[in-house]
C-alpha cells in the first residue's frame, strides 16, 4: 500500500511524457507538411505572398461578361496570336481609402478566344513588345499607315490623282475639278477654301507651271498644315504626367485609353487607369479588362458616382505611388449638352486641387467617320476645356480621313495618335510627313 502512491507518480510521469511525444510529432508533422506546400508552390512558379494580395471582393471579371463601347475598327481581320504582356511589380498599397482598385495581374493573363474578342472591346490584341515600341525609334512602316489610310486613299485623293494624271493644262475647268473634290473631301469649308485660293494665286503668279506642280503644292500644304507646331510630350514635366481624354458618346475613348496604357507599358513607364466612366458599367469592365492585360492598376468607382471623385483618388493614389502616368477616362457626351460640358471644366477643376498643373494632357478622341462634324464637335470642346491634343479614331473604315486636314487647320491643335486599325501597334504616333506620304504614295 505505501508503494501505491510512487505508482501513481510513475504512471502520470508516462503519461505527460506521451502528451509531448504526441505533441513533438504534430509539430514535425506540420514543419514536413509546410515544406512540401512551399516546394509545391515554388515548383509551379508562384509566390505564396503575391497569392495572397490578390483577393479580389467580387467575382473575377469574364472577358465575355462585357459589354464593349462600340467597336472602334469593324470589319478589319483578326491579328496573330496574342502575345502576354511584360509583368510589372504591383503597386504598394495606401494608408488612406480608396476607391475599389483592380491589382495588378502577378501572372501573365491567359489569352481570350478570337470569338469573344470583340465582345470585350479590346480588339483582338496584346500589347506590342517593348522592342517595337521604342520610345526614341522613328516608325516607318508605311506600307501597314498606307493600308490603314485605304479607304481615304481611295476617295478624294484618288480622284484629285485622276485630275493631276497626266500632262494637263492648267485652264479654269482643272480648278473648278480640283475645287470640287475639295469641297466634298470632308476637309471643312474653310481649309478648303484656303487651299483653292493659294493655287489660284500660285496660277496668277505662274508659280505653278503645271497640274503636277499643283499636286505637289497640296502635299507640301498638308503636311504644314498637319504639323501645327506640335512638340513631343514632355513625360518629366510632372509625375504623375496626368492625361484625361474626352469625347462624344462612340468615339472609342475606353478603347484609345488601353492601347495608350499598353503603349506606355511597353515604353517601360508605369501606368495608373482611372474609370472616369461612372455612368457606363461596362466601360469600368472594359478598362479593368485593359489593366490586366497592361498590368495596370484601376481606380474605380461605384456605379453612377461622381466622376470628379474617383478621378481625385486616382491622381492621389499614382501620386503617393510615384506612378509615371494617370490615364483618365471620363463618359462620353454629346457636345450639344451644356450641362455635360459644364462636368467636364468641373473634372479639370478637381484635378488641379489633386495635382497643381493637373491635367497636364487632355486628348480629345474623335471618330474620323464623322467627317465635317467631327470638326464642330471639336470646336464646341475645345471651347470648354484646353484641349492639347487630338486622336483621331477609325480612319481604316471610312473615306472622310481628310477631316484630319480640316481639324488640324481651324484648330491648330496637334494631332498625337490616329486609329488605322484594330492592334494596339495600329494606334500610331502621328507624323505629318509619313501621313502625307502614306496617304498620297499611289494616288497619282
Known sequence: MEGAPETDKLVAAAIALAFVAVALLLIYVIRRARKAR??????????????????????????????????????????????????????????????????????AVPATPPDKMDKVGVDRIEPAAPATLAP????????????????????????LGQIFSGARAIDPVLVEEIERVLLTADIGVRTSQKLLEEIRSSLSRRALADAGAIWEHLRHRSIEVLRSGALPIDFSKAKPLVLLTIGVNG????????????????????????????????????????????????????????????????????????????????????????????????IRRVAAKALPGAPHETWLVIDSTNGQNAIAQAQIFTRAMSVTGIVL?????????????????????PVRYIGVGERVEDLREFDAEDFVEALFERAN
Open 251 to 346: 468615339s472609342g475613348k475606353t478603347t484609345t485609353v488601353g492601347k495608350l496604357a499598353a503603349k506606355f507599358r511597353a515604353e517601360g513607364r508605369s501606368v495608373l487607369l482611372v474609370a472616369g466612366d461612372t455612368f457606363r458599367a461596362a466601360a469600368t469592365e472594359q478598362l479593368e479588362v485593359w489593366g490586366q492585360r497592361v498590368s495596370a492598376p484601376v481606380v474605380r468607382g461605384k456605379e453612377g458616382s461622381d466622376p470628379s471623385s474617383v478621378i481625385f483618388d486616382g491622381i492621389k493614389r499614382a501620386a503617393a505611388e510615384g506612378v509615371d502616368v494617370v490615364i483618365a477616362d471620363t463618359a462620353g457626351r454629346l457636345h450639344t449638352k451644356t450641362n455635360l460640358m459644364d462636368e467636364l471644366q468641373k
Open 136 to 159: 526614341s525609334k522613328r516608325t516607318r512602316d508605311l506600307s501597314a499607315l498606307a493600308a490603314g489610310l485605304g479607304p481615304t486613299r481611295a476617295g478624294w485623293v484618288s480622284r
Open 38 to 107: 512551399r516546394r509545391e508552390i515554388e515548383g509551379a512558379g508562384g509566390d505564396d505572398r503575391a497569392v495572397r494580395q490578390v483577393k479580389p471582393k467580387r467575382p473575377a471579371l469574364r472577358p465575355e461578361d462585357v459589354i464593349p463601347e462600340p467597336p472602334e475598327e469593324a470589319g478589319a481581320p483578326a491579328s496573330g496570336p496574342a502575345r502576354q504582356p511584360a509583368r510589372s511589380e504591383p503597386l504598394p498599397e495606401l494608408t488612406p481609402p480608396v476607391p475599389e482598385v483592380m491589382p495588378p495581374v502577378p501572372a
Open 393 to 413: 479614331t477609325k480612319l481604316d473604315g471610312t473615306a472622310k480621313g481628310g477631316v484630319i486636314l480640316g481639324i488640324a487647320d481651324e484648330l491648330g491643335i
